[in-house]
């Protein structure tokens, strides 16, 4: 078999899909805008308006990732949003606050539905830098299973 060896020089990355991918494109083609809107800046907006008109929940699961991968102000004020609209159509949401520690256990907990307030851990800034350390963290506690409530349409 011949070897066939690709052009030198890195082949340029296909552009961020935009708004009309994101808001008229097939399912694929959402898909894949949701997912490369991570990179866009202002995305979060469109993300909005796409969110009220999304059916597929697969299209719906790749937003809320973007949302989340952009972790802006905006980007959570959007998941947000989403996520009260939900509790207010009867889905249940668990509405506390919580401190994991890195291997996933739960360190502190506030109490459900008791309006604002503060909860603390102690947390170990070595163990926390060694775990970070590790290029698989953002990646090993992904659990896209979890995400069907969110990504089903409000």
Do not use: H
């Amino acid at each position: 078999m011949p070897l066939i060896r690709k052009p030198s020089g890195e082949a340029a990355a296909p552009p961020p899909a935009g708004p009309d991918e994101l808001l008229n494109g097939t399912d694929d083609e959402r898909w894949e805008a949701a997912r490369s809107a991570s990179t866009v800046a202002d995305s979060p907006a469109l993300i909005d308006r796409a969110l009220a008109q999304e059916r597929n929940p697969r299209v719906r699961e790749a937003m809320f990732t973007s949302l989340a991968l952009l972790g802006t102000p905006p980007a959570i004020e959007v998941a947000i949003r989403y996520l009260r609209r939900q509790a207010i159509r009867g889905i249940e949401v668990i509405d506390y606050a919580y401190v994991l520690a890195p291997d996933g256990s739960m360190l502190a907990r506030s109490e459900p539905d008791v309006g604002s307030g503060w909860i603390m851990a102690e947390l170990d800034p070595a163990l926390l830098d060694r775990v970070r350390a590790n290029p698989w963290f953002a990646l090993k506690k992904r659990r896209p299973e979890a995400y069907g409530e969110l990504t089903t349409l409000l």
